[in-house]
């Protein structure tokens, strides 16, 4: 919430309690077109509806992002009529797999019930990562090599899957941590997880509506030297769009449209180095916001979607 973000939670139906699938896919589409339907009252934007599960609650978002175009249930409303499709999917440590030698028994078993979990076909029809196609929204998975309860085969063979479609994905696994973590900030490690996420949303603007990035090019100089190797980070003033790095070499610096800085003001942060031109031991990598020392404020530049010209960073350091 203080990121701008509407949270909705969905208690679904368990198998533990006698509901199998395809109940559980029902409920998450049921939710998804609730909400979307619902965006006015709601006030959300209707293109940026993200689900987010954890364990066999991440098998469930992982069939919602798979499989929302199979009929889980009869349309009975005008809810109906809206699409189950979540435009990104979040997949924490999840359950992927009921088929191969690494899912989960017990999660196959409620899913699926006693006798259905025994029909290896069945299995594999809820096994997500089979199901991935060129429609699969935008995925973010995090997973560690330490859980035995779902062991990390499960997220690794999903985005594998998002590669082979090109979907746009990004995969976090940490070395330690057992299954169920959750946020887990008192671990100074694993619990960077969650602000990895964060910067992937900001990425793929699910804080703010889609905005056109812009083609920049130009040259960079360190105390007069052309630099060797470094990079202008564009980091907009509003905190929720996503920062650009741009990569500089002997020089010059060029990123097209589709990788370009958005379409924003922002501030300019650069590191770089011009010692393997030199080889002098003084020449360290710098960082610096400012053109020079004496320099104020720091750089900022607006940048608009037709923008064209070259630009030349000249940066002092005494």
Known sequence: NQRGVSAFVLQYRLGSQG???PTQLADVQRAIRSVRSGAEKFEIDSDRIAVMGFSAGGHLASMAATMFD????????EIDQASARPDFAILCYPV?????KYGHGGSRRNLLGPEASKNEEKAKHVSTNLRVTEKTPPTFIFQTDEDAA????????????????????????YQNGPHGVGLFKGDPVVGTWSDHLEAW???????????ERVAVSG????????????????????PFLPTTAVRVRRGK??????KGPVAATSHIQFEGSVWEDTRDPKDKVTRLTRLSPSSAPEISIQLQKKFTDPLQFDFLTK
Not at 70 to 77: I, S
Not at 96 to 100: A, K, N, R, T
Not at 201 to 211: A, D, S, V
């Open 150 to 173: 779902v062991p990390a085969e499960n997220c690794v063979n999903f985005y594998l899957a998002l590669r082979k479609h090109k979907i746009p994905a990004e995969m976090h696994i």
């Open 201 to 211: 949303l900001k990425t793929n603007f699910f804080f703010r509506p889609k905005q």
């Open 253 to 258: 610096f060029s990123a097209n449209a589709d």
């Open 19 to 21: 509901h199998h699938f």
């Open 219 to 238: 040259g960079v100089t360190l105390d007069g030297k052309p630099v060797s190797w470094g990079v202008l980070n564009f980091e907009p003033t509003d």
């Open 96 to 100: 992927i797999s009921m088929h191969e």
């Open 70 to 77: 199979e009929e889980a249930y009869p349309a009975t409303d």
